[in-house]
């Protein structure tokens, strides 16, 4: 009795499409955010019918790197946290979390805002908001952070802050590959002196890259 043909794994092909066509948009729309759908597809390396089978539309391709962005922030947010450390380092490791994020979905900060909404850019940053909004309303009660200023409103200058930095890493006329500058910057910003700002990033960026010996 002649065996059947193995089945192809549909599935596993259709997540694979979906995630090159979601990593090839991120990259050509921070190249050009007007580029189509119909060259994301064939840089990608699909016929069009298979991306649009996954995104019926460009706004369904920015849904799904909005979700994306939110996950991966949710995660580095996260894996970020360390209990009862000092505030400034709190501040300091977060910023160094989500430099990265911030780099890989920059375009959505341009794209976002006009083409899914004030809200939905909000949802998509809500949980690096309130890891902020945390860590500087702690940092001000101990006398860490400035306090002239509530601590939402600071949250918002200093996102500003790393948005602007990141864009000028962007345009060529600024260099952190680390976030280390970023981090500097946003402590300082933050009520820290710079001398001890800039040794809690040092140490923090030592601290990554060291091998894990536990």
Do not use: C
């Not at 694979?16 to 990593?23: D, G, K, Q, W």
């Not at 000092?86 to 979905?105: K, M």
């Not at 959505?108 to 860590?135: C, Q, T, W, Y």
């Not at 409103?153 to 970023?182: I, K, P, R, Y």
């Amino acid at each position: 009795m002649t065996k059947p043909a193995p089945r192809v794994p549909q599935r596993s092909n259709s997540r694979s499409n979906r995630a090159r066509i979601l990593a090839v948009a991120r990259h050509e729309l921070g190249r050009n955010p007007d580029v189509s759908l119909e060259d994301i597809a064939q840089a990608a390396g699909v016929v069009r019918r298979t991306l649009y089978g996954h995104f019926p539309g460009r706004l369904a391709l920015l849904e799904a790197l909005a979700d994306e962005a939110a996950d991966a922030l949710r995660d580095a947010v996260t894996e970020a946290s360390v209990p009862d450390e000092p505030y400034e380092r709190a501040l300091g490791r977060f910023v160094l979390a989500i430099w990265p994020i911030g780099d890989r979905y920059r375009m959505l900060l341009a794209l976002a805002r006009h083409d899914l909404g004030a809200e939905r850019v909000s949802e998509v940053l809500a949980p690096a908001r309130r890891e902020a909004i945390g860590i500087l309303k702690s940092g001000r009660r101990a006398g860490v952070f400035h306090d002239h200023v509530p601590a939402d409103v600071l949250s918002t200058a200093l996102e500003a802050l790393v948005l602007s930095l990141l864009e000028s890493v962007n345009t060529g006329a600024w260099e952190d590959d680390q976030g280390g500058g970023a981090a500097v910057a946003t402590l300082i910003a933050a009520g820290v002196p710079a001398a001890h700002a800039e040794a809690e990033v040092r140490g923090l960026i030592a601290a990554r890259s060291r091998p894990d010996t536990t």
